[in-house]
């Protein structure tokens, strides 16, 4: 079974740093672009990051580039999001997905995973 | 700056069918910008729809089909059922790295 599963979030200072996890399972992880999606309470979906198969190529929302950065390890089967300078407008779930290419920038999106809360409060 | 638009709310009977559509403030959706469909029930994670203008998702029933009409990328979904009751957001790959969603438009099956 294609399973995606974040872990990593909890309560954070603003102006401090979170690492979100992001395992991938059933399916061979260094064939697929990944991305890091949002969701702040009660609000729509937000589209934070992507990645290549090969790392090579990421992209990143206006509202956190120079703050996140993706990365992933392959022989690991796993996604990463390093989140800097944080804010409270970036509490949210974030979600884990899989592309629906080798490359996060084709094609569209797949499997997501069920999420890992972030709160930054002081 | 361009934004993509979805109408908020949308409803249908059991059994029937509704379209919902994504478009942009200006200009025209193409398969280029791969309109990506999905659906959210409250409390739960999004599950893909349709990506790549018309291609399912696997495990998607064929009640749902996704197209492009006229200027916009639309999702058809036929058949209602009361568990189609859900939140659906559309996005685009808008190039160089940045995909954008819509605000989400809630469906309600009465």
């Known amino acids: 079974e294609v399973q995606v599963v974040e872990s990593g979030g909890g309560l954070a200072q603003p102006g401090s740093s979170l690492r979100l996890s992001c395992e991938g399972t059933?399916?061979?992880?260094?064939?697929?672009?990944m991305h890091w999606v949002r969701q702040r309470p009660g609000k729509g979906l937000e589209w934070v990051s992507g990645?290549?198969?090969?790392?090579?190529?990421?992209g990143y929302a206006d509202s956190v580039k120079g703050r996140f950065t993706t990365s992933r390890d392959n022989a690991k089967n796993s996604l990463y999001l390093q989140m800097d300078s944080l804010r409270p407008e970036d509490t949210a779930f974030y979600y884990c997905?899989?592309?629906?290419?080798?490359?996060?920038?084709?094609?569209?999106?797949?499997?997501w995973g069920r999420g890992t809360l972030v709160t930054v409060s002081s | 700056q361009t934004v993509v638009t979805q109408e908020p709310s949308f409803s249908v009977s059991p059994g029937g069918t509704v379209t919902l559509t994504c478009g942009f403030t200006?200009?025209?959706?193409?398969?280029?910008?791969?309109p990506t469909w999905f659906q959210q029930t409250p409390g739960q994670a999004p599950r893909t729809l349709i990506y790549?203008?018309?291609v399912r998702s696997s495990g998607i029933p064929d009640r749902f089909s996704g197209s492009i009409l006229g200027t916009k990328a639309a999702l058809t979904i036929t058949g209602a059922q009361a568990d189609d009751e859900s939140d659906y957001y559309c996005v685009f790959y808008m190039g160089s790295g940045l995909w954008l969603f819509g605000g989400g438009a809630k469906l309600t099956v009465l």
């Open positions: 059933g399916f061979s992880f260094n064939e697929y672009g």
């Open positions: 990645i290549h198969w090969d790392s090579t190529n990421r």
């Open positions: 200006s200009g025209s959706v193409s398969t280029t910008y791969y």
């Open positions: 790549n203008t018309n």
């Open positions: 997905v899989r592309g629906s290419s080798a490359y996060f920038s084709m094609f569209g999106f797949d499997k």
